[in-house]
């Protein structure tokens, strides 16, 4: 089963920025739409940003437009999602995906990571 791999979580202080980063395997995730969802502590996983395979088009949760922004580099197989202004309720586990269109981002996506924990403190 191919895997996707995020880094860059981590802990930081409420008002801070970090920058979460998805590698893919194989090229052809080149040609794939890509997102980032979260999941916190008892609570279901949920949408968080998606992009088109052409970087052309994106789509953010109401709950993160104007602080979050994902972005991609097919050279590199890589998205990115960088976080800005960061709250106490964006911790969680965050999760990047990967499927046919932007219409197939969701949580029945095709392709997954394992997660990487972001905590923002007070």
């Known amino acids: 089963q191919v895997q996707l791999v995020e880094s860059g979580g981590g802990w930081v202080q409420a008002g801070g920025s970090l920058r979460l980063s998805c590698a893919a395997p194989?090229?052809?995730?080149?040609?794939?739409?890509r997102g980032w969802f979260r999941q916190a502590p008892g609570k279901e996983r949920e949408f968080v940003a998606a992009i088109t395979r052409n970087g052309a088009g994106t789509r953010y949760a109401d709950s993160v437009k104007g602080r979050f922004t994902i972005s991609r580099d097919n050279a590199k197989n890589t998205v990115y999602l960088q976080m800005n202004s960061l709250k106490p309720e964006d911790t969680a586990v965050y999760y990047c995906?990967?499927?046919?269109?932007?219409?197939?981002?969701?949580?029945?996506?095709?392709?997954w990571g394992q997660g990487t924990q972001v905590t923002v403190s007070s």
């Open positions: 995906a990967a499927d046919q269109t932007l219409a197939d981002i969701s949580t029945m996506s095709k392709y």
């Open positions: 194989e090229r052809t995730f080149t040609t794939y739409a």
